[in-house]
């Protein structure tokens, strides 16, 4: 099979690694949920490439993005559910409906002014749709929580759950209770270690996160924002141990760990507020 600019052949290529015994044993194990990280994952891959501003590495992470569409709509199709077809023309549909003012008659246009009323009113209208597709009991109670867009990064969403619940005053007034929470956690994450119960350890971590969530949204911080510019101080600062064993013509593997604490500690002072702002967000 060779490659081909016709996105026929993309999907040719994942029906035959997903068929069953001459196709790849790795591929036939998984399903939505294994493949759902790998989705998310190649989206980031998108943003970062465009962060960067390297288009080349765009081209290829915009393929591995596509790629995972192709996955799931083949996915689906197996289960006789839907093809790689449908979804395109499922979001052509949308776009076409979206934008009357753009693929309507002459007669149907509307002004700049009023296409994102339009688009809004729209969108309400489907969202009703969808809803009244859903069987009688996911329809019957409407939670306040609802609007938070069940689709978001994990801290991103935490961050609009809190702010939702927040506009009904259930939230804490002061950032120092935020803090006790985080020490409340804390300990039955302590606790848990304790008890060697490996799923409570998992949940209680859970908690201690959202409460971390809690605290960034408390101090007007966006966790998100807040942990890249953590991750890449991380990356400095270990890559300043790198360079420094490597000077004494030794490998990471060759340091004891005080050894590499202490190149740890000459990072952070050579390193001090070097660390990349982190953005304060509107709390509303």
């Not at 052949?9 to 001459?22: D, K, N, S, Y």
């Not at 597709?133 to 109670?141: A, F, G, S």
């Not at 490998?251 to 390193?271: C, I, V, Y």
Request: proline share 4%.
């Amino acid at each position: 099979m060779t490659p081909s600019r016709d996105i026929s052949r993309l999907i040719e290529i994942m029906a035959a690694l997903r068929t069953p015994v001459t196709g790849c044993p790795w591929d036939l194990e998984q399903d939505f949920a294994t493949i759902a990280p790998y989705t998310i994952e190649e989206a980031y891959e998108v943003a970062d490439a465009i962060t960067r501003g390297d288009l080349d590495d765009l081209r290829e992470e915009l393929g591995d993005l596509l790629l995972q569409v192709v996955y799931h709509a083949r996915m689906a199709e197996e289960q006789n559910a839907f093809a790689f077809g449908d979804v395109v023309e499922a979001i052509a549909r949308k776009l076409i409906r979206r934008h009357p003012h753009v693929f309507a008659d002459k007669d149907g246009n509307i002004a700049p002014a009023g296409v994102k009323s339009a688009w809004e009113r729209i969108k309400a209208e489907e969202k009703a749709e969808r809803a009244a597709r859903r069987p009688p009991e996911e329809t019957t109670h409407k939670s306040l929580l609802s609007s938070v867009k069940a689709g978001q990064p994990a801290l991103t969403r935490a961050m609009e759950l809190q702010r939702k619940a927040s506009t009904v005053g259930f939230d804490w007034n002061d950032p120092r209770a935020v803090l006790a929470k985080i020490r409340e956690e804390a300990d039955e994450i302590e606790a848990a270690l304790d008890r060697k119960d490996v799923e409570e350890l998992a949940e209680e971590t859970g908690d201690l996160l959202f409460a971390l969530v809690n605290l960034a949204r408390h101090v007007g911080a966006d966790p998100e924002t807040a942990l890249r510019g953590t991750n890449a101080k991380f990356e400095r600062r270990f890559a300043y141990i790198e360079r420094a064993l490597a000077a004494k013509g030794r490998s990471l593997e060759d340091a004891t760990l005080e050894e590499m604490d202490a190149l740890w500690n000459e990072a952070k002072g050579e390193q001090s507020g070097a660390a990349a702002p982190v953005r304060v967000q509107n709390t509303r």
